[in-house]
């Protein structure tokens, strides 16, 4: 590939312009009419936010208007506000001057007093300068470090992204890369997800720049994804031109054309007119790489439209690619001097790839007229400023070892030659065209065949909306008055059955309360209770009997109060439970115990449960677990959440179900714990769409003990 592709290719991307006609602050006064100058600028500081990543020309419309204000009128912060949105305004269309003018203007005065915002248009400012490498390092990190105290998560995702860009324009691959990647993770946890797309773009920036393509591709396509998903326009349409420009440069020249395609169409969309033109330069390249020839006068009309626009980038661009036309025609000089004009205009910006990539074009020009010196002196300057893949230091290597063989050096020839055999060795550029072209045909195809399959559907669904109405029209009569029968039939029967279906569950729920009221009342419980409270008396033991009494009668009324309800909170049945397994504890003298585990967490959530809805299976935990008569028998209860769900485990080391299954006792009584609870869990499951269930295991591999576990839905009071 030509090194006047690489030129092209690593031109930072340019951000959205339109060309639109200025307007007078009289117009904007008119607009605003019944506002004052600091409300206009803080209003339009905020639109000039919304449309930068949805429509360019809307966005430069309102950066002309916001300009316009005279600042003579606005109190010192609007002031400060203005000049902050007109420097972020410049940088994002690429008029680097212009915002380095604006941001000496505001940090003069105001350097030791600078908000966030002025502070990271400082960042930037002292980061393009190589000699404030150690400043710029220090702020990035110490601003870090106050957004990670914020824990403002949006805060931590910028100043993770400046910190990589510092370490980006200082060469620092690997620490450039591993911010860039916090960044992005940061940007997930927004939910502005314009961040996240705005952060995967500057991910894959960094990875393109050190020359990591597959990654930068992925990312770049994973942004699109994103954009497709939340239809977003400008990232769809510069996720399709960056990929174009890597495909450029690894020489995939089908993947190109189509990508540069896409994104003419997204420029469109959001009114990016240099976005279309830059499109139509880069496939002319495109077309130069593949040997095809081009219409001087049409790329002479394309770059003057380019020209047009104030930025340098634009206007660097436009010389670099006259450069590429004249290099090609052989007329060296006349590339040289449109390269010189073009380096001149990026002084003061960091594209510091774009003027490695201009001094090494220069340098082959300056070897094809033989003025070695003037040759040696860009190739000096042509050294990437990193060292990752290093396709373009091979490159180097190669022309330094053709200028010292013109030299007649052969010595210092053979070296650069062994050099760039050394770097081209461990640099396979095929396999990279390879991997790059995989993604990009996997994506091209999917979008095809989505493609197809839309038009079909369309053309199915046109074909039927055609026999619909054909058949409308023969037989609309008919068709009315038998749809209108059909709907007051449907309607009609629908009616009755929902009466029904709601009669019956009415009715259900009214049995199940019942049957269930009867069941935690249980007779035995409450005879044996008696007994207990008799024994005590019998015993002489006043102070046992009014204890097991007083407990006894507040159970009594927890459940007859609660047991109607649908819903009571955690603390309630916690204290019914309490209740409960004290009385048994108690009526057989304390020969178990058990244990409440309660998410506390829930509790101060206020979270609810149906009532008593584990009191059956503690129940027979006790009696059919014989807690009674082993040695050291438990009993716990858990409530925790599980997976948007409310997880009640009711576990005891009894005898286990087989064992118990054994005695009389067990043969003659027919539990409906497990009936009932399934019944109550089937009605919870239909009134909140969740998946609740009750099932029953054993606790150890030997039969011993009994785990039971009941799934509910998570509900929380409303206060």
């Given at each position: ?85 007109l420097a972020e305004g410049y940088l994002h269309i690429g008029n680097t001057k212009q915002s380095i003018k604006l941001i000496t203007e505001l940090i003069t005065p105001n350097l030791r007093s600078l908000n966030e915002r002025e502070e990271a248009l400082y ?597």
């Open positions: 590939m030509s090194l006047n592709v690489r030129i092209l290719i690593f031109s930072f991307l340019i951000g959205p312009w339109c060309f639109v006609a200025q307007q007078s602050y009289d117009s904007i006064k008119k607009t605003y009419k019944d506002k004052k100058p600091n409300e206009v600028v803080r209003e339009l500081d905020s639109k000039l936010e919304f449309y930068k990543y949805s429509n360019a020309e809307l966005h430069l419309l309102l950066l002309k208007d916001i300009e316009v204000i005279p600042s003579n009128q606005l109190d010192k912060n609007t002031q400060r506000i203005k000049t902050c949105a960042l930037w400012f002292i980061t393009r300068e190589k000699s404030k490498k150690v400043e710029a390092l220090s702020l990035a990190s110490n601003r870090l470090k106050k957004s990670k105290y914020s824990r403002d998560i949006n805060k931590i995702y910028r100043s993770y992204k400046d910190l990589s860009f510092v370490y980006l324009i200082h060469s620092n691959a690997d620490s450039a890369i591993f911010y860039a990647s916090l960044s992005t993770a940061e940007a997930k946890r927004l939910s502005d997800k314009t961040r996240l797309m705005e952060a995967m773009r500057y991910q894959g920036k960094v990875y393109h720049y050190f020359e990591y393509y597959v990654e930068a591709v992925k990312k770049k396509l994973q942004m699109i994804q994103f954009a497709i998903e939340f239809n977003n326009n400008y990232f769809r349409a510069y996720g399709y031109f960056e990929i174009a420009l890597i495909s450029l440069e690894l020489q995939n020249y089908n993947q190109v054309s189509q990508y540069l395609e896409r994104a003419r169409t997204y420029f469109k969309k959001i009114s990016d007119q240099r976005g279309e033109l830059t499109a139509i330069i880069f496939e002319i390249q495109n077309n130069y790489s593949q040997g095809k020839t081009v219409d001087f006068p049409v790329l002479l009309s394309l770059s003057q439209r380019l020209n047009k626009f104030e930025d340098q980038l634009s206007k660097s661009l436009v010389r670099i690619v006259m450069a590429v036309h004249f290099r090609n025609e052989k007329e060296f000089k006349k590339s040289i001097k449109e390269l010189e004009e073009a380096e001149n205009l990026l002084v003061g910006m960091e594209e510091e790839k774009l003027k490695y990539l201009i001094h090494k074009i220069l340098a082959i020009n300056y070897l094809e007229i033989k003025d070695l010196k003037s040759a040696k002196i860009h190739l000096d300057k042509a050294f990437p400023p990193f060292k990752t893949v290093n396709l373009m230091l091979g490159e180097t290597y190669l022309f330094l070892a053709e200028l010292q063989l013109k030299r007649n050096n052969l010595t210092e020839a053979l070296k650069y030659q062994n050099e760039y055999i050394e770097v081209t060795r461990s640099n396979d550029k095929q396999q990279f065209a390879r991997a790059v072209e995989q993604l990009t045909e996997g994506d091209l195809r999917e979008e095809r065949e989505k493609l197809i399959s839309e038009q079909q559907a369309n053309l199915l669904e046109g074909q039927k909306e055609k026999e619909r109405i054909s058949f409308l029209k023969d037989r609309q009569l008919i068709i009315g008055i038998s749809l209108i029968v059909v709907i007051i039939m449907v309607l009609l029967i629908l009616f009755i059955r929902l009466r029904a279906v709601r009669s019956r569950q009415l009715q259900r729920e009214a049995e199940m309360s019942q049957t269930l009221l009867r069941s935690q009342m249980n007779p035995h419980f409450v005879f044996n209770a008696m007994s207990v409270i008799q024994s005590y008396i019998y015993a002489n033991d006043p102070d046992k009997s009014s204890k097991f009494l007083v407990n006894f009668s507040r159970l009594m009324r927890l459940i007859l109060e609660n047991s109607p309800k649908e819903m009571i909170s955690l603390e309630l049945e916690y204290e019914i439970l309490d209740k409960y397994l004290n009385t048994q504890k108690m009526r057989f003298e304390d020969r178990f115990d058990y244990e409440l585990n309660f998410d506390e967490e829930l509790l101060f959530a206020k979270a609810m449960i149906p009532p008593m809805i584990a009191q059956p299976f503690v129940e027979n935990a006790i009696e059919h677990g014989q807690l009674h008569s082993i040695e050291g028998g438990k009993i716990n209860v858990t409530i925790t959440k599980r997976d948007d769900l409310l997880e009640v485990l009711i576990e005891d080391n009894g005898v286990g179900r087989k064992k118990s299954a054994k005695t009389n006792k067990i043969k003659e009584h027919k539990s409906m714990a497990i009936d009932i609870t399934k019944e109550r869990i089937d009605i919870l499951n239909r009134k909140y769409k969740v998946n609740g269930l009750a099932d029953i295991t054993d606790l150890f591999p030997n039969g011993r003990g009994t785990r039971v576990r009941i799934l509910l839905p998570l509900k929380f009071e409303v206060i």
